[in-house]
């Protein structure tokens, strides 16, 4: 039997995740109706939805685009990651399942064989491969307010395609991290799989934005990418 086709604010989705429209690009109405092969409500209504969602910004007598992050926001982005998903990984160590760790060990291994440099890398399929590793974590706690909070945020970073900005090392740790944080949740190590986790979060912080510095909490001080 053939699969449904997306809904409209999938396959919008999907295209912004995918980066087929990069952090800034207009996203005309009339333009993506075509492309979706659908009449404008359902595109209008998509971009509503994924502007709640913070995927798309919608400026008033200007329309929709893609959303953009000064690299403040995004240290902010990347601090709630690392408290709710460190969160998230501390409390499913107390309720995975094995069928879920095992899942999650496959996700893991998979990553590893897509992510790390040479011929297999692949990173658009493990763009896909993180994200269900992370939504496996976040649905493992049972807490249908954590899994919706880790998908919004997960989704507003994944719009920039993190993984480009990341060197071999950086590659290298964060295959090491999903790898170690399966172990903790095994042990049922809360502690141990919260830290990992963290880490994990804070290594893609770094590879994206650079070494901190002390200045980025003074307003007087502007941050920008071009200053690292």
């Known amino acids: 039997m053939d699969e449904d086709p997306p809904s409209t604010l999938e396959a919008l989705r999907g295209l912004i995740l995918r980066g087929v429209y990069k952090p800034g690009e207009k996203l005309g109405e009339v333009e993506l109706a075509e492309r979706l092969d659908v009449s404008r409500t359902p595109v209008r209504e998509a971009l509503r939805r994924l502007a709640a969602d913070g995927l798309v910004e919608i400026v008033p007598h200007k329309g929709a685009r893609v959303v953009e992050f000064t690299d403040d926001e995004l240290e902010h982005?990347?601090?709630?990651?690392?408290?709710?998903?460190?969160t998230a990984a501390r409390r499913a160590a107390?309720?995975?399942?094995?069928?879920?760790?095992?899942?999650?060990?496959?996700?893991?291994?998979?990553?590893?064989?897509y992510a790390l440099p040479g011929p297999a890398q692949d990173l658009d399929r493990v763009y896909g491969l993180n994200a269900a590793f992370?939504?496996?974590?976040?649905?493992?706690?049972r807490s249908s307010t954590l899994t919706a909070t880790i998908d919004s945020l997960f989704n507003t970073v994944a719009a920039l395609r993190t993984l480009n900005g990341f060197d071999a090392d950086?590659?290298?740790?964060?295959?090491?991290?999903?790898?170690?944080?399966?172990?903790?949740?095994?042990a049922r190590d809360g502690r141990w799989a919260e830290s990992v986790m963290r880490?994990?979060?804070?290594?893609?912080?770094?590879?994206?934005?650079?070494?901190?510095?002390?200045?980025?909490?003074?307003?007087?001080?502007?941050?920008?990418?071009?200053?690292?």
């Open 134 to 141: 992370h939504a496996a974590v976040a649905v493992a706690t």
């Open 94 to 113: 107390a309720t995975i399942t094995d069928e879920e760790l095992d899942r999650l060990e496959q996700l893991a291994e998979e990553i590893a064989l």
């Open 199 to 228: 880490a994990h979060l804070f290594n893609a912080r770094a590879s994206m934005l650079g070494p901190l510095r002390p200045t980025t909490s003074d307003p007087a001080v502007p941050r920008s990418r071009s200053d690292r």
């Open 170 to 186: 950086s590659v290298r740790r964060s295959v090491a991290h999903h790898l170690e944080i399966v172990a903790a949740l095994r």
């Open 77 to 86: 982005i990347f601090d709630l990651r690392a408290q709710v998903e460190g």
